[in-house]
């Protein structure tokens, strides 16, 4: 009940906050390129419950019908110049606090997937739908997308076993260094700095 009422306050004054910033975004998105600038797509959530999770558009409109589908690669041709750059910062999820204030995510814990990935889990896997989906988590203060996938899923996995209170104000404290100062390596690992 605590975690709720904190994701409630935090999100509805991050949101308020951001305003300014998401108009201005979502300004730069619509003169790039056409389409609407925040989009749903469908991801999976506690025990598996599928919900729609809102995000800045970074691709050109109707990306999932061309090229690599839902696969995004590096240098994806797909990826608008505005895109990239809310890409590299995670901008492009501060929509995501939409679903925290309704209730299908939290502040803290695994990114949500795709049905199709949560798909190919083995069981030992499927505790990582144990907990809400979160904005940030220990995998995004240790390493973000440039992670394999397994090792991802490793570290949520880890986090399900230790998370408490002094984990999660240190993930929190963590994801501005992990955004803009470099990603964290591993669990007792120092930083890295971008490029390094």
């Known amino acids: 009940m605590t975690r709720r009422v904190i994701d409630i306050v935090v999100s509805s004054v991050a949101l308020v906050l951001a305003a300014p910033l998401l108009a201005l975004v979502v300004l730069a998105i619509r003169l790039e390129s056409r389409g609407r600038a ?3 797509q469908r991801r999976a959530g ?3 419950q599928a919900f729609d999770v809102f995000k800045l558009r970074t691709m050109v409109d109707g990306a999932e019908h061309l ?7 590096s240098g994806d041709s797909r990826i608008t110049r505005v895109g990239a750059f809310l890409r590299r910062t995670s901008l492009d999820e501060l929509p995501n606090l939409l679903n925290v ?12 997937t795709l049905p199709v990935q949560v798909g190919q889990y083995d069981e030992r896997q499927r505790r990582r739908l144990e907990v809400k989906p979160g904005i940030t988590g220990w995998a995004q203060v240790n390493g973000r997308a440039s992670l394999p996938w397994a090792e991802r899923i490793e570290l949520d996995l880890w986090y399900l076993r230790h998370h408490n209170w002094k984990t999660d104000l240190l993930i929190l404290l963590r994801t501005p260094l992990a955004l803009f100062g470099g990603t964290y390596k591993g669990k007792t690992g120092g930083w890295k700095a971008p490029g390094a």
Not at 67 to 73: F, I, W
Not at 103 to 108: A, D, F
């Open 38 to 40: 925040i989009y749903r």
């Open 46 to 48: 506690k025990d598996g």
């Open 67 to 73: 090229g690599a589908g839902l696969a995004v690669n």
């Open 101 to 112: 204030l309704r209730g299908e995510m939290s502040l803290i814990g695994p990114r949500p």
